[in-house]
């Protein structure tokens, strides 16, 4: 070790020696390898940015990897009860009760029948299906007028634990107050956008309720769905429609409950809707990061493959000035040879200004990455909302350092093989 | 004195040629500490060839090489380079100081050559203690390229006396300098036997060869001691 450690310091102190006598040479070795580190970077961190920005917005829709989510509650009556009895109150569990509102003039056509975005027309509208399991257009005859159609999920507590909803403008809903008679509405930004482009009084409408009601709007947050959407406060809006109603089997409803990893509620509510035949349930452990990686890696290993060829020509740029300079240095080598340096730590000290270079030329690629993504971060971040907060992956850093040593050692093998192999007697002969 | 290097029957066959050239045939020399010997020579005699063989440069083809006692005549590369560093010092005719390096920095090269390792403050004690040894503790700063000849030449005799070696081997050390410069260095050189370090030193002067314990003459491979009574002047 002792030996080992001796050596290593030794082809170290030379290696940079040989550097610092050659700056030039390190330099054009430097630019020859620096594109190749740099793709490498690039693309890793390029990659992990994707990854993390894809996630982020998978995680709005899906929930965050390690959630439990509870679909398929039985189409029965009760089913709904039971579900909201055993969550209400628990910040472990929450249950999501989908539905369809419109909200504006009564008697029209909303302007974007079937819930779809403003941008777009999906020309359909939503079906109600009644206890006969007939369904029908509620919208049928009726003139356009100022409404919009949106997907309400009324929640029995602080869904973000479980989807990270990223507040956009006013408030989330308190779940802490009392329950209000005029339900506070946080709506997603493709509704937002819709309530900004068209004035529509403030009267919603819910399939099954006893009254249209007043909604109060409190809050934009980005929930990653296109459609226009907003969220309501299951309490608040059994006030105008009994449960019993909204999760009317034959209604457009629909209930998912999302979990802790680990809460009593999974086995406690999975016997309660068994008990009411409940077959087709399923519990669905998020893992977002998984799917997403899979459709990533393939990607990422198509550029990475690119990025090696770039590498593999930079290394070959160290190759040849590594073999010039040891051209150059065969009297040097075969004198230290004469003072007794083994072979292995002359091969060491080549070696060693290669591998050096690969880390210098390394850590200019990161620096370069680093400060191009902070410019474009603070040139495009507020016109592109997805660059804000976007940081330098370090993965991509180590990648890069990995990228400067595989390219030194390419680079630098040949060469290091050669000076082991010069002949002491060159000092004689000379 | 206590016999250092003993060598018997060595031979050396140059090879690769259409007819292959013994260089040495059949040297016998045995050095003792603090002895210094003086090999001389016509160019092409095999001088240059022996000193190989005593640096564990090359390998004699037949014969035997003790060193201390012990038969070194066949020791692997990574042995005979262990050897080379903790035994032997050697002084060529051209300096090969690196001229990115200082005086001292050259002077260090042999100590920082992967053969154990000495903490910076020891290494700098010893780097100066043998620049002072040659006269130049002055100069440690300096680059080669401010140094004339004589000064770069007891650079590498310091160089080559910074492991305190048993031997010194010395390869036409003045024949790049002129006479007066010569002088000096030899005087440094024979300083290093008052210490127990066996030199031997390959030349063409007379006169050097003079100021040496011994001297033995090569002529074809074949060595031969010579009494102390040369005249003045160059061999050839």
């Known amino acids: 070790m002792r030996r080992f450690s001796g050596r290593l310091r030794s082809a170290s102190i030379i290696g940079l020696q040989g550097i610092r006598a050659r700056k030039l040479r390190t330099l054009l070795s430097m630019v020859s390898l620096f594109l190749g580190v740099l793709a490498v970077v690039v693309v890793q961190a390029g990659a992990g940015i994707a990854e993390r920005l894809q996630l982020a917005d998978l995680e709005l829709q899906t929930g965050i990897d390690g959630t439990k989510v509870l679909y398929g509650v039985p189409p029965v009556a009760g089913a709904g009860q039971a579900v909201v009895d055993t969550v209400r109150g628990r910040p472990d569990a929450v249950a999501m009760v989908g539905l369809t509102a419109v909200v504006g003039e009564p008697g029209v056509r909303p302007v974007n029948a079937g819930g779809s975005p403003f941008d777009q027309n999906w020309g359909g509208a939503s079906q109600i299906c009644d206890a006969t399991g007939k369904c029908y257009d509620p919208n049928a005859g009726l003139p356009q007028g100022q409404a919009i159609e949106l997907r309400l999920t009324a929640l029995t507590g602080d869904v973000r634990e479980f989807r990270p909803y990223r507040p956009q403008s006013g408030a989330w809903l308190d779940f802490a107050s009392a329950p209000m008679m005029a339900p506070r509405l946080v709506l997603n930004e493709e509704a937002a956008k819709g309530f900004e482009r068209y004035h529509v009084p403030a009267q919603m409408r819910v399939n099954g309720a006893s009254a249209d009601m007043t909604p109060q709007l409190i809050g934009v947050v980005k929930d990653g769905d296109p459609q226009p959407h907003g969220y309501v406060r299951l309490d608040e809006l059994t006030n105008w429609l009994p449960l019993a109603r909204l999760t009317d089997p034959n209604g457009m409803s629909d209930i998912q409950v999302a979990m802790a990893a680990s809460t009593p509620v999974e086995p406690v509510l999975t016997a309660k809707l068994k008990g009411l035949g409940g077959a087709d349930m399923s519990i669905e452990t998020i893992d977002s990061r998984k799917e997403m990686q899979d459709q990533l890696n393939l990607l990422r290993l198509i550029f990475l493959a690119m990025a090696g060829l770039v590498l593999v020509i930079g290394a070959a740029g160290v190759l040849n000035v590594g073999l010039a300079t040891v051209g150059e240095r065969v009297e040097e080598f075969a004198l230290r040879r004469a003072v007794g340096t083994p072979r292995a730590v002359l091969a060491g000290i080549v070696l060693a200004e290669t591998l050096l270079t690969g880390l210098f030329t390394a850590a200019a690629a990161i620096g370069v990455s680093v400060a191009a993504l902070k410019a474009v971060t603070v040139v495009l971040g507020p016109s592109e909302p997805f660059l804000q907060g976007v940081e330098f992956p370090w993965s991509a850093g180590v990648s890069g350092i990995i990228a400067g040593l595989v390219a030194g050692i390419l680079g630098g093998f040949v060469p290091a093989i050669r000076a082991a192999g010069i002949p002491i007697a060159t000092v004689m002969r000379a | 004195m206590t016999e250092l290097i003993r060598l018997t029957g060595i031979t050396k066959v140059l090879k690769g040629q259409k007819e292959p050239r013994t260089i040495l045939d059949g040297v016998d020399l045995t050095v003792r500490a603090g002895e210094s010997v003086a090999i001389v020579g016509r160019s092409g005699s095999g001088?240059?060839?022996?000193?190989?063989?005593?640096?564990?440069?090359?390998?004699?083809?037949?014969?035997?090489?003790?060193?201390?006692?012990?038969?070194?005549?066949?020791?692997?590369?990574?042995?005979?380079?262990?050897?080379?560093?903790?035994?032997?010092?050697?002084?060529?005719?051209?300096?090969?100081?690196?001229?990115?390096?200082?005086?001292?920095?050259?002077?260090?090269?042999?100590?920082?050559?992967?053969?154990?390792?000495?903490?910076?403050?020891?290494?700098?004690?010893?780097?100066?203690?043998?620049?002072?040894?040659?006269?130049?503790?002055?100069?440690?700063?300096?680059?080669?390229?401010?140094?004339?000849?004589?000064?770069?030449?007891?650079?590498?005799?310091?160089?080559?006396?910074?492991?305190?070696?048993?031997?010194?081997?010395?390869?036409?050390?003045?024949?790049?300098?002129?006479?007066?410069?010569?002088?000096?260095?030899?005087?440094?050189?024979?300083?290093?036997?008052?210490?127990?370090?066996?030199?031997?030193?390959?030349?063409?002067?007379?006169?050097?060869?003079?100021?040496?314990?011994?001297?033995?003459?090569?002529?074809?491979?074949?060595?031969?001691?010579?009494?102390?009574?040369?005249?003045?002047?160059?061999?050839?």
């Not at chain 2, 564990?56 to 006692?69: A, E, K, N, W």
């Not at chain 2, 050559?113 to 020891?122: I, S």
């Not at chain 2, 127990?196 to 001691?225: F, P, Y």
Request: contains cysteine; charged residues 25%.
């Open chain 2, 47 to 236: 001088k240059s060839t022996l000193l190989s063989v005593l640096g564990l440069f090359d390998r004699p083809d037949s014969g035997t090489y003790s060193l201390d006692g012990r038969d070194i005549s066949r020791l692997p590369e990574r042995h005979a380079a262990k050897l080379r560093s903790s035994h032997f010092g050697f002084v060529f005719q051209r300096f090969f100081l690196l001229k990115h390096l200082t005086a001292a920095q050259n002077v260090a090269m042999a100590l920082i050559n992967g053969q154990g390792w000495l903490p910076r403050r020891d290494r700098r004690a010893r780097v100066m203690a043998a620049l002072e040894q040659v006269g130049i503790a002055h100069l440690a700063r300096n680059r080669p390229v401010k140094m004339s000849g004589g000064e770069q030449q007891r650079v590498a005799i310091a160089r080559a006396l910074v492991r305190d070696p048993r031997v010194l081997l010395a390869d036409e050390p003045t024949g790049a300098l002129d006479t007066e410069t010569g002088s000096i260095v030899i005087d440094a050189l024979q300083e290093a036997t008052t210490r127990g370090c066996a030199l031997i030193l390959v030349t063409h002067d007379r006169d050097h060869a003079a100021r040496m314990g011994r001297i033995a003459d090569l002529r074809s491979g074949v060595l031969t001691e010579r009494s102390h009574t040369l005249s003045a002047g160059r061999l050839s």
